[in-house]
C-alpha cells in the first residue's frame, strides 16, 4: 500500500478541496481516505498500487491548479490498537 502526497496551489475554499478530491478518484480508481486541504495546499490518499506521478500532475493541472510535486512513500496499515 502506499500514501501519496500532492503539494497542490490554487486550492482558496473547500469547494476547492473537493474538486482535487473528486480529481483524485478518478484519476486513481483504488484511491483511498482521499483528503485535501486548502490551508495545507495539499492532498493526501491511499491506494494498493503505486500511481503515476504524470497522469495526477496533468489531472490536476486539467482542472485548473498546479499540482507543485507528487510523493509516494509506502504505508504499513496499522491494525487494531496500533500494532
Do not use: W
Request: glycine share 8%.
Amino acid at each position: 500500500m502506499y500514501k501519496t502526497t500532492l503539494k497542490i496551489d490554487g486550492m482558496m475554499c473547500g469547494m476547492c478541496e473537493a474538486h482535487i478530491a473528486d480529481v483524485i478518484r478518478k484519476t486513481i480508481p483504488d484511491a483511498k481516505k482521499v483528503s485535501a486541504s486548502h490551508a495545507k495546499g495539499q492532498a493526501t490518499f491511499l491506494s494498493e498500487n503505486e500511481p503515476s506521478k504524470d497522469e495526477l500532475i496533468q489531472a490536476i493541472a486539467a482542472t485548473g491548479y498546479t499540482c507543485l510535486y507528487v510523493d509516494s512513500e509506502t504505508y504499513i496499515k496499522k491494525g487494531l490498537f496500533g500494532r
